[in-house]
């Protein structure tokens, strides 16, 4: 069973920074795109930002140029790093990959969420 497991959120003032971790793990062959995605208290759930195998990345335009996210494709690993952090930028924040199990079955699989609360 292939499974996410995320880590780094928690209490920051404006202007902060701080960096969100994800770990794959599991019975898997190959992971294809990797993301971060957010949902704050009575919103939809947002993408902030997503990159493939290959290094290409997408971001949410409410992002760009403060949020980074990188990944490491030997460790099966995704990381958002996350700088003049906002108030708006509260959210519960969930990592998402998908790819192809080590029984050739396609998987798509979502973390647990971690808080990230941007408040002085």
Known sequence: QVQL???GGGLVQP???LRLSC???GSIFRV???GW???APG???ELVATITSGGSTKYAESVKGRFTISRDNAKNTVSLQMYSLK???TANYYCNAGGVAGTGRVFEVWGQGTLVTVSS
């Open 43 to 45: 919103k939809e759930r």
């Open 23 to 25: 770990v794959v793990s």
């Open 15 to 17: 202007g902060g920074s």
């Open 32 to 34: 294809n795109d990797m």
């Open 37 to 39: 995605y957010r949902q």
């Open 5 to 7: 497991v995320e880590s």
């Open 87 to 89: 108030p708006e930028d």
